[in-house]
């Protein structure tokens, strides 16, 4: 998986990733949305994001 810092993910992006994690009840923390806008680049799914932001 592709590795992208927080700082580093655009502002629009990192927001919907966050939104999208709040609207599921899920407690992501930073490093956790690095993992999911990662994982959507390299285009691993949806089911892996959920994985990586539900923290399953």
């Known amino acids: 998986e592709v590795y992208v810092p927080y700082n580093d993910i655009p502002p629009r992006e990192r927001k919907l ?30 089911a892996r994001i959920d994985e990586i932001l539900s923290g399953k």
């Open 17 to 46: 990733l966050e939104n999208y994690a709040q609207s599921n009840n899920w407690d992501a923390n930073e490093e956790q949305i690095e993992k999911a806008y990662g994982a959507g680049v390299n285009r691993l799914g949806d």
